[in-house]
């Protein structure tokens, strides 16, 4: 890794039109109105009155593969997705344009034998220059340490108390479901061909990481803001395990103050697949 190429680096501002379609199709990707008697849920794919899923902005203006540029020298194989996070300023609209603003925050380098990790912050905006989220993204360079670091990394918010989880809810995936999320934009082949998945060391296709935290997502707004998904402000999550479509996940949630922290496992492995996840509510 050239860590003074990665210091400099800078991305061009995407712009994003997106659609109600897109907006329907993202929140079907998460498994939305699998209940076809739940309002709460058919808000969300149905054009009347229609609601927004706030971890759509993990979506919206996406940069691409950018680690691959051989300026940067990344061992790119060997990226994996650690964490991420959003906060909401604004609702996001059904349908809008919006501009994502990308910048390396910082990189933490653990040794040449650790790899490093990656601090990648988006700004989204609408068109009158108002900013709607801030997301933040983490990766870990595990073939990449050794290099340096730069930067100060966000503060992370912690581990989940000990104790018995305030509430659970579980949420079965679909089994096609990769293949109806992969349709807002990441189209990493590991997703929908067994082949690849082999090749990337899983008996079959995995779900987007993005996708168990949009599924995590659900789980909150169905529990704690059913009509109210705007009431969501921010969303930390850390990815633990990969989830197979057709799994159950559970997700338990531990009051802490005013804030909830909670976890998700896959009810059919008995594996937590995200922890230590940090959601505020206004």
């Known amino acids: 890794m050239d860590l003074q190429a990665i210091k400099a680096l800078k991305f061009d501002t995407i712009v994003h039109a997106y659609t109600a379609k897109d907006t329907l199709l993202y929140a079907l990707g998460l498994g939305f109105g699998s209940d076809p008697m739940d309002a709460t849920e058919l808000a969300f794919v149905y054009e009347e009155g229609q609601?927004?899923?706030?971890?759509?902005c993990c979506v919206l203006a996406h940069p691409g593969f950018w680690a691959k540029r051989p300026e940067l020298g990344v061992n790119w194989v060997k990226i994996l997705h650690g964490e991420q996070s959003f906060e909401i300023h604004k609702p996001f609209a059904p349908a809008a344009t919006v501009r994502g603003e990308y910048e390396i925050e910082a990189v933490e380098d653990k040794g040449p034998e650790k790899g490093a990790v990656l601090h990648l912050l988006k700004r989204l905006r609408d068109e009158s220059n108002?900013?709607?989220?801030?997301?933040?993204?983490?990766?870990?360079?595990?073939?990449?340490?050794?290099?340096?670091?730069?930067?100060?990394?966000?503060?992370?918010?912690?581990?989940?108390?000990?104790?018995?989880?305030?509430?659970?809810?579980?949420?079965?995936?679909?089994?096609?479901?990769?293949?109806?999320?992969?349709?807002?934009?990441?189209?990493?082949?590991?997703?929908?061909?067994?082949v690849a998945a082999k090749k990337a060391g899983f008996d079959r296709p995995i779900l987007h990481g993005l996708c168990t935290m949009g599924v995590a997502t659900r789980a909150l707004i169905h529990t704690y803001a059913p009509d109210e998904p705007e009431r969501l402000k921010y969303l930390f999550v850390r990815f633990s395990k990969p989830v197979f479509p057709g799994e159950t996940i559970e997700t338990h949630f531990f009051k802490q103050g005013t804030?909830?922290?909670?976890?998700?496992?896959?009810s059919d492995r008995g594996l937590v697949v995200l922890d230590n996840g940090l959601a505020i509510f206004s």
């Open 51 to 56: 609601k927004v899923v706030p971890s759509i």
């Open 130 to 194: 108002e900013l709607i989220a801030t997301v933040r993204s983490v990766l870990m360079l595990r073939g990449d340490g050794g290099f340096g670091s730069f930067g100060a990394p966000p503060e992370f918010p912690g581990r989940i108390p000990d104790g018995e989880p305030e509430r659970s809810l579980q949420i079965k995936t679909l089994p096609q479901q990769a293949l109806v999320y992969r349709l807002s934009g990441d189209y990493n082949p590991i997703h929908a061909d067994p």
């Open 259 to 266: 804030d909830i922290r909670f976890r998700c496992q896959s």
